[in-house]
Protein backbone atom coordinates (compact mmCIF):
# COMPACT_ATOMS: atom_id res chain seq x y z
CA UNK A 1 0.00 0.00 0.00
CA UNK A 2 2.70 2.24 0.99
CA UNK A 3 3.91 2.58 -3.03
CA UNK A 4 5.38 6.13 -2.05
CA UNK A 5 8.25 4.45 -0.08
CA UNK A 6 9.60 2.66 -2.56
CA UNK A 7 13.15 2.90 -3.17
CA UNK A 8 14.39 1.48 -6.69
CA UNK A 9 17.67 2.73 -8.79
CA UNK A 10 15.62 4.40 -11.45
CA UNK A 11 13.71 6.48 -8.84
CA UNK A 12 15.28 10.01 -8.54
CA UNK A 13 14.65 10.98 -5.02
CA UNK A 14 14.10 15.05 -4.15
CA UNK A 15 17.31 15.16 -2.90
CA UNK A 16 19.26 13.84 -5.86
CA UNK A 17 17.47 16.01 -8.22
CA UNK A 18 20.16 18.00 -10.28
CA UNK A 19 19.39 21.80 -10.13
CA UNK A 20 19.39 23.68 -14.01
CA UNK A 21 22.87 25.95 -13.94
CA UNK A 22 21.52 29.80 -13.75
CA UNK A 23 20.77 31.48 -16.95
CA UNK A 24 20.21 28.38 -19.17
CA UNK A 25 16.31 28.80 -19.59
CA UNK A 26 14.32 32.07 -19.42
CA UNK A 27 10.93 33.23 -19.67
CA UNK A 28 9.48 35.29 -22.24
CA UNK A 29 7.74 38.30 -21.03
CA UNK A 30 5.26 38.14 -23.82
CA UNK A 31 3.91 34.66 -23.50
CA UNK A 32 5.76 33.46 -20.76
CA UNK A 33 7.22 30.68 -23.21
CA UNK A 34 10.46 29.39 -21.47
CA UNK A 35 13.47 29.79 -23.64
CA UNK A 36 16.62 27.96 -23.95
CA UNK A 37 19.83 30.38 -23.45
CA UNK A 38 21.10 29.49 -26.77
CA UNK A 39 17.59 28.99 -28.79
CA UNK A 40 17.58 33.12 -27.28
CA UNK A 41 20.83 34.40 -28.53
CA UNK A 42 20.26 32.29 -32.12
CA UNK A 43 16.81 33.98 -32.08
CA UNK A 44 18.83 37.58 -31.84
CA UNK A 45 16.61 37.39 -28.63
CA UNK A 46 13.01 37.62 -29.69
CA UNK A 47 10.52 35.18 -28.82
CA UNK A 48 9.84 32.56 -31.89
CA UNK A 49 6.72 32.41 -30.26
CA UNK A 50 5.59 35.44 -29.89
CA UNK A 51 7.96 37.89 -31.18
CA UNK A 52 8.71 39.62 -27.76
CA UNK A 53 11.98 41.57 -28.04
CA UNK A 54 14.22 40.98 -25.02
CA UNK A 55 16.11 44.52 -23.99
CA UNK A 56 19.72 43.85 -25.00
CA UNK A 57 23.04 45.74 -24.94
CA UNK A 58 25.45 47.63 -26.95
CA UNK A 59 27.73 44.38 -27.01
CA UNK A 60 24.12 43.03 -28.75
CA UNK A 61 23.59 45.39 -31.14
CA UNK A 62 26.81 46.21 -32.22
CA UNK A 63 27.34 42.59 -33.43
CA UNK A 64 23.74 42.32 -34.96
CA UNK A 65 23.79 45.79 -37.01
CA UNK A 66 27.74 45.89 -37.50
CA UNK A 67 29.64 43.72 -40.39
CA UNK A 68 32.00 41.75 -38.14
CA UNK A 69 35.16 43.25 -36.68
CA UNK A 70 34.56 46.60 -38.34
CA UNK A 71 33.44 48.30 -35.35
CA UNK A 72 36.19 50.61 -33.60
CA UNK A 73 35.10 52.58 -30.28
CA UNK A 74 35.48 56.25 -29.80
CA UNK A 75 35.99 58.04 -26.03
CA UNK A 76 35.67 54.14 -24.36
CA UNK A 77 36.95 55.36 -20.91
CA UNK A 78 35.16 58.84 -20.62
CA UNK A 79 33.31 58.67 -16.97
CA UNK A 80 30.94 60.80 -15.08
CA UNK A 81 31.84 62.35 -11.84
CA UNK A 82 29.63 63.35 -9.28
CA UNK A 83 30.14 67.19 -9.41
CA UNK A 84 27.53 68.06 -7.17
CA UNK A 85 27.78 65.35 -4.24
CA UNK A 86 24.39 63.81 -4.81
CA UNK A 87 22.93 61.85 -2.23
CA UNK A 88 19.61 60.49 -2.15
CA UNK A 89 19.05 56.72 -0.74
CA UNK A 90 22.79 56.54 -1.56
CA UNK A 91 25.88 58.53 -2.95
CA UNK A 92 25.55 58.74 -6.83
CA UNK A 93 29.45 58.28 -6.56
CA UNK A 94 28.33 54.58 -5.39
CA UNK A 95 25.69 54.47 -7.84
CA UNK A 96 28.21 54.95 -10.83
CA UNK A 97 31.20 52.75 -9.52
CA UNK A 98 28.07 49.85 -8.54
CA UNK A 99 26.73 50.22 -12.58
CA UNK A 100 30.60 50.09 -13.93
CA UNK A 101 31.18 46.84 -11.74
CA UNK A 102 27.80 45.15 -12.57
CA UNK A 103 27.56 45.77 -16.42
CA UNK A 104 31.85 46.19 -17.14
CA UNK A 105 30.96 49.25 -18.67
CA UNK A 106 32.17 52.85 -18.33
CA UNK A 107 28.79 54.28 -18.94
CA UNK A 108 25.25 54.61 -20.46
CA UNK A 109 26.45 54.99 -23.80
CA UNK A 110 28.80 53.44 -26.52
CA UNK A 111 30.24 54.65 -29.67
CA UNK A 112 32.41 54.32 -32.81
CA UNK A 113 32.71 53.59 -36.38
CA UNK A 114 32.08 50.45 -38.11
CA UNK A 115 30.11 49.56 -41.28
CA UNK A 116 26.99 48.25 -42.09
CA UNK A 117 26.63 45.94 -45.23
CA UNK A 118 30.04 47.97 -46.31
CA UNK A 119 28.63 51.25 -45.67
CA UNK A 120 30.85 52.99 -43.73
CA UNK A 121 29.23 54.51 -40.38
CA UNK A 122 29.18 56.09 -37.12
CA UNK A 123 27.01 54.68 -34.43
CA UNK A 124 26.03 55.18 -31.16
CA UNK A 125 24.32 52.65 -28.79
CA UNK A 126 22.97 53.03 -24.99
CA UNK A 127 22.96 50.57 -22.16
CA UNK A 128 19.59 50.42 -20.39
CA UNK A 129 21.56 48.29 -17.97
CA UNK A 130 23.66 51.38 -16.75
CA UNK A 131 21.73 52.99 -14.61
CA UNK A 132 18.48 52.66 -16.62
CA UNK A 133 20.72 54.06 -19.63
CA UNK A 134 19.99 57.98 -18.35
CA UNK A 135 21.73 60.53 -20.48
CA UNK A 136 24.03 62.21 -17.43
CA UNK A 137 27.21 65.20 -19.16
CA UNK A 138 29.35 62.26 -20.40
CA UNK A 139 26.45 60.48 -22.57
CA UNK A 140 25.60 63.75 -23.67
CA UNK A 141 29.65 64.12 -24.60
CA UNK A 142 29.87 61.10 -26.41
CA UNK A 143 26.84 61.42 -28.38
CA UNK A 144 28.12 64.98 -29.32
CA UNK A 145 31.39 63.56 -30.51
CA UNK A 146 29.66 61.13 -32.19
CA UNK A 147 27.47 63.88 -33.96
CA UNK A 148 30.93 65.27 -34.90
CA UNK A 149 32.75 62.78 -35.97
CA UNK A 150 29.93 61.66 -38.43
CA UNK A 151 29.95 65.48 -39.66
CA UNK A 152 33.28 65.64 -40.28
CA UNK A 153 33.71 61.96 -41.96
CA UNK A 154 30.53 62.43 -43.64
CA UNK A 155 29.26 59.29 -42.78
CA UNK A 156 26.04 58.68 -41.88
CA UNK A 157 25.43 58.67 -38.11
CA UNK A 158 22.99 55.80 -36.20
CA UNK A 159 21.99 56.32 -32.48
CA UNK A 160 19.85 53.28 -30.91
CA UNK A 161 18.27 54.34 -28.08
CA UNK A 162 16.89 53.14 -24.67
CA UNK A 163 16.70 55.21 -21.99
CA UNK A 164 14.69 56.45 -18.72
CA UNK A 165 15.54 60.06 -19.62
CA UNK A 166 17.64 63.07 -18.05
CA UNK A 167 19.98 61.61 -15.28
CA UNK A 168 18.41 63.63 -12.70
CA UNK A 169 21.75 62.77 -10.11
CA UNK A 170 23.09 65.46 -12.00
CA UNK A 171 20.47 68.48 -11.77
CA UNK A 172 20.82 70.87 -15.06
CA UNK A 173 23.85 69.49 -16.02
CA UNK A 174 21.53 66.63 -17.80
CA UNK A 175 19.34 68.71 -18.79
CA UNK A 176 21.86 70.78 -20.43
CA UNK A 177 22.52 67.70 -22.56
CA UNK A 178 18.85 68.12 -24.22
CA UNK A 179 20.10 71.31 -25.82
CA UNK A 180 23.92 70.38 -26.42
CA UNK A 181 22.98 67.38 -28.47
CA UNK A 182 19.88 68.64 -30.15
CA UNK A 183 22.11 71.75 -31.51
CA UNK A 184 24.91 69.30 -33.00
CA UNK A 185 22.33 67.58 -34.59
CA UNK A 186 21.12 70.79 -36.19
CA UNK A 187 24.83 70.95 -37.78
CA UNK A 188 24.80 67.48 -38.70
CA UNK A 189 21.90 68.46 -41.02
CA UNK A 190 23.25 71.76 -42.48
CA UNK A 191 26.31 69.25 -43.28
CA UNK A 192 23.78 66.77 -45.70
CA UNK A 193 25.14 63.97 -43.22
CA UNK A 194 21.70 61.70 -42.84
CA UNK A 195 21.09 60.33 -39.17
CA UNK A 196 18.91 57.45 -38.21
CA UNK A 197 17.47 56.79 -34.96
CA UNK A 198 16.53 53.19 -33.54
CA UNK A 199 14.18 53.37 -30.64
CA UNK A 200 14.48 50.48 -28.79
CA UNK A 201 11.95 49.31 -25.58
CA UNK A 202 11.97 51.91 -23.90
CA UNK A 203 12.95 55.41 -24.84
CA UNK A 204 11.80 58.02 -22.75
CA UNK A 205 12.58 61.29 -21.17
CA UNK A 206 14.83 63.30 -22.05
CA UNK A 207 16.35 61.25 -24.82
CA UNK A 208 13.13 60.99 -26.39
CA UNK A 209 12.87 65.11 -26.34
CA UNK A 210 16.11 65.30 -27.57
CA UNK A 211 18.07 63.24 -30.45
CA UNK A 212 16.08 60.00 -30.48
CA UNK A 213 13.33 62.01 -32.29
CA UNK A 214 15.18 64.50 -34.35
CA UNK A 215 16.59 61.39 -37.28
CA UNK A 216 15.85 62.01 -40.56
CA UNK A 217 14.21 58.38 -40.67
CA UNK A 218 12.84 57.00 -37.46
CA UNK A 219 12.79 53.26 -36.89
CA UNK A 220 11.13 51.20 -33.67
CA UNK A 221 11.14 48.04 -32.92
CA UNK A 222 7.99 46.12 -32.20
CA UNK A 223 6.07 47.32 -29.28
CA UNK A 224 9.22 49.25 -27.79
CA UNK A 225 7.60 52.03 -25.32
CA UNK A 226 8.47 55.73 -26.71
CA UNK A 227 7.52 58.66 -25.31
CA UNK A 228 8.27 61.56 -22.70
CA UNK A 229 6.55 61.04 -19.71
CA UNK A 230 5.01 57.99 -18.62
CA UNK A 231 1.26 57.10 -19.31
CA UNK A 232 0.69 57.18 -15.43
CA UNK A 233 1.65 60.56 -15.21
CA UNK A 234 -0.38 61.84 -18.58
CA UNK A 235 -3.45 59.97 -17.58
CA UNK A 236 -3.27 61.94 -14.08
CA UNK A 237 -2.71 65.34 -15.66
CA UNK A 238 -5.17 64.81 -18.71
CA UNK A 239 -7.78 62.99 -16.28
CA UNK A 240 -8.62 60.78 -18.99
CA UNK A 241 -7.87 57.19 -19.79
CA UNK A 242 -5.56 56.59 -22.54
CA UNK A 243 -5.98 54.89 -26.04
CA UNK A 244 -4.93 50.99 -26.22
CA UNK A 245 -1.41 50.75 -27.01
CA UNK A 246 -0.73 54.18 -26.05
CA UNK A 247 3.13 55.23 -26.59
CA UNK A 248 4.11 51.66 -27.93
CA UNK A 249 5.61 51.87 -31.39
CA UNK A 250 2.82 50.78 -33.30
CA UNK A 251 0.27 53.50 -31.99
CA UNK A 252 3.32 55.89 -33.06
CA UNK A 253 3.94 54.63 -36.40
CA UNK A 254 -0.35 55.12 -36.30
CA UNK A 255 -0.08 58.93 -35.43
CA UNK A 256 3.21 59.56 -37.83
CA UNK A 257 5.36 59.92 -34.84
CA UNK A 258 8.07 57.18 -36.49
CA UNK A 259 8.51 56.10 -39.82
CA UNK A 260 8.18 52.20 -39.71
CA UNK A 261 8.60 49.32 -37.44
CA UNK A 262 11.01 46.69 -38.33
CA UNK A 263 11.86 43.40 -36.06
CA UNK A 264 15.45 42.99 -35.02
CA UNK A 265 16.27 40.22 -37.79
CA UNK A 266 15.53 42.55 -40.62
CA UNK A 267 17.09 45.81 -38.35
CA UNK A 268 20.73 45.19 -40.28
CA UNK A 269 19.24 44.43 -43.99
CA UNK A 270 16.84 47.57 -43.45
CA UNK A 271 19.05 49.85 -41.98
CA UNK A 272 21.54 48.85 -44.99
CA UNK A 273 18.88 49.38 -47.92
CA UNK A 274 18.12 52.97 -46.27
CA UNK A 275 21.82 54.28 -46.23
CA UNK A 276 22.34 52.83 -50.00
CA UNK A 277 19.01 54.93 -50.68
CA UNK A 278 20.22 57.55 -48.92
CA UNK A 279 23.77 57.67 -50.54
CA UNK A 280 22.23 57.47 -54.10
Known sequence: ????????????????????????????TGCGEIIHRKQ???NLFTCSKCNFHFRIGSK????LLLDKKTFKEIGKKLRSVDVLKFVDSKK?????????????????????TGEVSGTPVVVACMDF???????????????????DAAREKKQPLIIVSSS??????EGALSLMQLAKTSAKLAQ??????????IMTDPTTGGVTASFAMLGDVHIAEP????????????????????????????????????DMVVHRKEMKETVAKILKLLEN
Request: charged share 25%; proline share 3%.
Open 92 to 112: YSDRLEEAMKKTSLYEAVRVG
Open 129 to 147: SFIGGSMGSVVGEKIARAI
Open 188 to 197: LSDAGVPYIS
Open 1 to 28: MAWFRRSQENIQTAGQKKDLPDGMWTKC
Open 40 to 42: LEQ
Open 223 to 258: AALIGFAGPRVIRQTIGKDLPKGFQRAEFLLEKGFV
Open 60 to 63: EYFD
Open 164 to 169: GGARMM
